[in-house]
C-alpha cells in the first residue's frame, strides 16, 4: 500500500468476511497500484525537451489523515511533473452521522429512511484526476465507493442499506479516436464479465449525467457512470465494481504511452488551459448553496459539480471534509478568455461536436 491503512490492518483481517474490510483493502490497492503505474511513466519522463522547459521527475507525495469525526484517507499526489502537471490518486474510508441535507438528498433518489431516523454512515472510495502536461494526453477521472447506512432507532442491527457507485471518464483535448475506441472497448470488456446489458446501460447513464445541461455539451467522451448498485447480490455487485477499478490501468496507460511523446504547439497547450479554466473560474466565486465537497473531481468539471453532480452535494455536507485533499485536484495552470470559439473545421472544433453529440464507440 502507498501508506498505512485507515483502519487497523489486523481489525481488517481479523474481519475479513465484513465487506466495510474487504473495500477498504481493495481501494487501497487500487491506488497502490495506479500510483505505481503513474510513477513509472514519470520516472521514465519524456523524449527529447518537446515542451520547451526541462524539468525533472518527481514522486508521488503521500499524506496520510485523519478525520476527528471518524475514519481518514490517504491523498497521494504529483505535482509540476515531467509528465504530469497534476495527478491525485486518493482514497477515504469516513464513517459518523449522517448529515440531515444528505439524507434528504438519498431520499430523492429513493432511499427509504424514516424522517425522525438517526443515520450512521461508513463510505469508502478511491477517486483519481490526472492532469498530463502534454495536451495529447486526455484528462481521466474515476471513482469507486461504497456506503452503508444504519438507522440507529432501528433495534434490528441486520437492517443495513448499503451500495455501490462509480466510473471511469476520459476528457481529451486533441480528439484520437482510435484512443477512445481502445478506452471504450477495455470498459467494456470489463463489464461484459458480468452482465452484457451493464456497458451499454453504464455508458448511457454516463453521457447523460456528465452532459452540461447549460453548455449543451458533456465534460469528455463519456464511459461508465453507475450508483445505487445492490443487485444483484453484494458479492456480485463487488465483483462487478473490481472489474471496473481494474480496468484503469488497462483503458488508460496505453494511451498515455501512445501520447505522451507526441509534439505540440502553443494552440494546442493554449486550447487544453482554455478547456480546464472554462469551469475552473467557479471555484473563486463558489455558491454557499451548492458549495459541497468535490470529492478529487477535476476542475475541468467544477461547474458540472456545482450544478449536478451527487457526490459533490453528499460531501462538503459531512462535517470534517479535507479541502487540502478536496482542492488538490485543480490544475497548476489554466487559462480565460473572453468568448473564445475554435474556427469551424479545426480539431478544436471537431472535439466541440463530440462533445455536443456522445457517439458509440464500441
Known amino acids: 500500500f502507498m501508506a498505512e491503512t485507515i483502519t487497523p490492518l489486523a481489525t481488517l483481517q481479523s474481519n475479513s468476511d465484513s465487506m466495510r474490510s474487504q473495500f477498504e483493502l481493495f481501494v487501497m490497492k487500487i491506488q497502490k497500484e495506479v500510483c505505481d503505474s503513474l510513477q513509472q511513466i514519470e520516472s521514465k519522463g519524456i523524449d527529447g525537451n518537446i515542451d520547451g522547459d ?21 491523498t497521494c499526489i504529483i505535482q509540476d511533473g515531467v509528465v504530469f502537471e497534476k495527478a491525485g490518486v486518493n482514497i477515504s474510508v469516513v464513517h459518523g452521522d449522517l448529515p440531515p441535507q444528505a439524507a434528504q438528498q438519498m431520499r430523492a433518489r429513493g432511499k427509504t429512511f424514516k424522517e425522525n431516523a ?19 494526453v486526455p484528462t481521466l477521472h474515476f471513482n469507486y465507493r461504497y456506503f452503508e447506512i444504519k438507522d440507529q432507532n432501528d433495534l434490528d442491527s441486520n437492517q443495513i442499506q448499503w451500495w455501490f457507485g462509480g466510473g471511469t471518464d476520459m476528457t481529451p483535448y486533441i480528439l484520437n479516436e482510435s484512443d477512445a475506441i481502445h478506452f471504450h472497448k477495455t470498459l467494456k470488456t470489463a463489464c461484459d464479465l458480468h452482465n452484457k446489458e451493464y456497458y451499454p446501460k453504464f455508458k448511457k447513464w454516463c453521457d447523460n449525467y456528465f452532459f452540461i445541461t447549460h453548455r449543451n455539451e458533456s465534460r469528455g467522451i463519456g464511459g461508465l457512470f453507475f450508483d445505487d448498485v445492490d443487485y444483484p447480490s453484494q458479492s456480485q455487485a463487488f465483483s462487478f465494481v473490481k472489474s471496473c477499478a481494474n480496468a484503469i490501468i488497462p483503458c488508460y496507460i496505453p494511451v498515455v504511452n501512445r ?57 462538503l455536507m459531512t462535517p470534517g471534509a479535507r479541502y487540502e ?11 480565460w478568455e473572453y468568448c473564445s470559439a475554435p474556427k469551424e473545421g479545426s480539431p478544436e472544433h471537431n472535439l466541440l461536436q463530440v462533445l455536443k453529440n456522445p457517439k458509440d464507440w464500441v
Open 54 to 74: 526541462k524539468k525533472e521527475s518527481v514522486q508521488f507525495k503521500v499524506d496520510r489523515w485523519t478525520r476527528e469525526e471518524g475514519g481518514g484517507g490517504v
Open 259 to 315: 501520447n505522451v511523446n507526441k509534439g505540440y504547439s502553443y494552440s494546442d497547450r493554449k486550447w487544453q488551459l482554455l478547456r480546464r479554466g472554462r469551469y475552473a473560474s467557479l471555484v473563486i466565486g463558489m455558491d454557499k448553496k451548492n458549495y459541497h465537497l468535490m470529492l478529487f473531481f477535476d476542475e475541468r468539471y467544477v461547474e458540472f459539480n456545482l450544478i449536478y453532480d451527487r457526490g459533490t452535494k453528499f460531501g
Open 325 to 335: 485533499s478536496i482542492l488538490m485536484s485543480l490544475p497548476l495552470v489554466a487559462r
Open 118 to 136: 438517526q443515520l450512521k454512515f461508513f463510505a469508502c472510495g478511491v477517486s483519481s484526476v490526472i492532469h498530463p502536461t502534454n495536451p495529447n
